[in-house]
């Protein structure tokens, strides 16, 4: 290799698409993430609530793995928020293994404000890259989100125990 090409060459991870979505999934998280703790939430807890804030109730794996939280982890966070009042735990119906959780009234109402400034905080990022690129930036992230997910549940994915995620 020339001295030139070697000059030119840069490092693996500044072309490296889990890199490079992890880099900016971090600073852009981090950004937010001073809004949440200065509003007396934790990085969990706001994941919790804007996960459930209108949706559907959903077992404790499926919460896990759209919060990118640890099971074990997340359990603690929601006896947390639940004497808190802000979720509650739901009996599945046909089965008993499994425990749904639901946002409450009270964690609507702590939540709702975060989102409104989340929803400002992600137009002030995608901004300036047009409203046709952010949603197709989005559409992309999602199809790969779906592409991928099937890999991770069935534990093909590569991931570390001491792995942080944003």
Do not use: C
């Not at 706001?46 to 990118?68: D, F, N, Q, Y």
């Amino acid at each position: 290799m020339s001295k030139a090409a070697k000059a030119h060459k840069r490092p693996f991870v500044d072309d490296y698409l889990p890199a490079l979505l992890a880099q900016a999934s971090h600073l852009i998280s981090g950004e937010f993430h001073r809004t949440v703790t200065s509003k007396g939430f934790t990085i969990s807890e706001w994941r919790v609530l804007a996960t459930l804030a209108g949706a559907e109730p959903m077992s404790i794996g499926s919460l896990a793995r759209r919060t990118v939280l640890k099971q074990p982890t997340l359990t603690r966070v929601l006896d947390r928020m639940e004497s808190r009042g802000h979720i509650k735990r739901i009996p599945h119906d046909t089965d008993r293994r499994i425990t749904l959780i639901s946002i409450t009234a009270a964690g609507e109402r702590q939540v709702a404000g975060l989102i409104d400034l989340a929803l400002v905080h992600e137009h002030r990022v995608l901004e300036p890259f047009g409203l046709a690129r952010s949603a197709e930036l989005k559409a992309t992230l999602k199809q790969m989100i779906e592409l991928h997910k099937n890999l991770a549940e069935e534990g093909g994915a590569f991931a570390s125990d001491d792995e942080e995620l944003p």
